[in-house]
């Protein structure tokens, strides 16, 4: 009941494409949906987060789409660029806990 | 700093050896967690702190793992007799408000190779 599935596993688009990663999570609990990205040899870093009272985020070239009665949400990267190719992570909040899901390994070729 | 330091970077120690991992954070941030990153996974939640308080300590694997935060600000995360299954980077991150639901900031991570 606690999981955070992530897919895909991994990715690979062309430059100028879209990138989607899709999470879903089980505990309706939950409040709080960050993205992370996390380079080679470094911590994650924040990318982009939303609470589930909007459906939608967008920040510059990432978004956040969310649907709170599938228990699901996504990530879009737009114009994705090499600099983009990196491993991504959602995660799933709450009062209590916070889980990741395993990742996706994102290869932008040019 | 402007960031969350992890000291050191690397650590290799013999299995039954006992190590320490030092996290410092944002300077202000209240609340301080760590995590394991297993090889090609996401952070297992470990342990969180709020200040001084080890509020949530659920994710420790075993009773060899132990953290502390005395003054509220830098993190020790300590493993005793070291086992090959700890091998792993141990991240840190720090964030201005309290509870799990708000933005972290993660440091570079610790990673721990035990032979």
């Known amino acids: 009941q606690q999981q955070v599935k992530q897919s895909p596993q991994s990715l690979i688009v062309q430059k100028g494409g879209i990138s989607i990663i899709n999470c879903a999570y089980e505990?309706?609990?939950?409040?709080?949906f960050p993205w992370y990205q996390q380079f080679p040899g470094k911590g994650p870093a924040l990318l982009i987060a939303i609470r589930p009272d909007v459906s939608e985020k967008k920040e510059g070239r990432f978004t956040i789409s969310f649907n709170k009665s599938a228990k699901q949400f996504s990530l879009h990267i737009m114009d994705s660029q090499p600099g983009d190719s990196a491993t991504y992570f959602c995660?799933?909040?709450?009062?209590?806990?916070?889980?990741f899901g395993p990742g996706t390994s994102l290869s932008v070729i040019p | 700093g402007a960031g969350v330091s992890q000291s050191p970077r690397y650590k290799v120690a013999k299995r039954g050896q006992d190590v320490a991992l030092r996290c410092d954070p944002i300077?202000?941030?209240?609340?301080l967690f760590w995590y394991q990153q297993a090889l090609g996974q996401g952070p297992e939640f470990l342990t969180y702190?709020?200040?001084?308080?080890?509020?949530?300590k659920s994710g420790l694997p075993s009773d060899r793992f132990f953290a502390e935060r005395p003054e509220g600000s830098v993190s020790t995360l300590k493993i005793q007799r070291t086992q090959q299954e700890d091998s792993a980077v141990y991240l840190c991150?720090?964030?201005?408000?309290?509870?799990?639901?708000?933005?972290?900031?993660f440091g570079q991570g610790t990673r721990l190779t035990v032979v």
């Open positions: 702190f709020q200040n001084e308080a080890q509020l949530d």
């Open positions: 300077s202000g941030h209240v609340s």
């Open positions: 991150a720090s964030s201005l408000g309290t509870g799990y639901n708000t933005e972290a900031f």
């Open positions: 505990n309706t609990a939950f409040d709080y």
């Open positions: 995660a799933a909040s709450g009062n209590d806990k916070v889980i």
